[in-house]
């Protein structure tokens, strides 16, 4: 069964210190691998994708990376307003081009 | 920039009602779908539609059913709403399926009493 696993489920951090969100998956076939970011009420911002291992995203002070079984979502100094959920979700290669979703890390930043 | 627009953020309805909720897209995307969302379970697939007049059921499609009558506008309906159904609707739209980059509607809170 495909399975995409984030972890971890929540976090808290000071502003200004760095960490890694993780997202692991068992699929059949990776076509693709989304960040989405979240703010409560709200629907899922698109942030990255990435398609291949070995492959890196930048945005501000996020990077995403993606290895054949994981991906991290690295965040570099964070501050108050990167506070959100951040959901992971793989495109299968197989089966209705589908996007299977993690269930989300929720991040917390204190000023 | 993509916007996609869900006709109510929240709606409070009784048991059995038939509801509807609409979803417009303004960047000509073919692809349109519905999900919802629920603490613990994340985002699951109810129907996607891929063109007008067509749709495909997703991984919980029961007691759902899907209009798409013009390519903008995608809508799910709740034949007889149940308890059970409560939940955060989200819509979403893709401009081709190879890539599937999904862009998000803000949501519909249901609640079903």
């Known amino acids: 069964e495909d399975q995409v696993t984030q972890s971890p489920e929540a976090l808290r951090l000071q502003e200004g210190e760095s960490s890694s969100l993780n997202c692991s998956y068992t699929v059949s076939g990776l076509r693709g691998l989304f960040w989405y970011r979240q703010d409560p009420g709200k629907g899922p911002e698109f942030l990255f994708t990435l398609y291949s291992a070995g492959e890196e995203k930048e945005k501000e002070r996020l990077k995403a990376t993606l290895t054949k079984k994981e991906s991290f979502l690295h965040i570099t100094a964070p501050k108050p307003e990167d506070s959100a959920t951040y959901l992971c979700a793989v495109l299968l290669i197989q089966g209705a081009q589908k996007l299977v979703f993690g269930q989300g890390t929720r991040l917390t930043i204190n000023p | 920039d993509v916007k996609v627009t869900q006709s109510s953020r929240y709606l409070v309805k009784r048991t059995g009602e038939k509801v509807f909720l609409e979803c417009v897209q303004d960047?000509?995307?073919?692809?349109m779908f519905w999900y919802r969302q629920d603490p613990g379970l994340g985002l699951r697939l109810i129907y996607f539609?891929?063109?007008?007049?067509?749709?495909e059921k997703g991984d919980i499609p029961e007691g759902y059913s899907v209009s798409r009558e013009k390519k903008e506008r995608f809508s799910l309906i709740l034949e007889s709403a149940s308890t059970n159904q409560t939940s955060m609707y989200l819509c979403?739209?893709?401009?081709?399926?190879?890539?599937?980059?999904?862009?998000f509607g803000a949501g519909t809170r249901l609640s079903v009493l």
């Open positions: 960047m000509d995307h073919e692809n």
């Open positions: 539609s891929y063109d007008v007049k067509m749709k």
């Open positions: 979403a739209s893709s401009f081709d399926l190879r890539s599937n980059i999904q862009y």
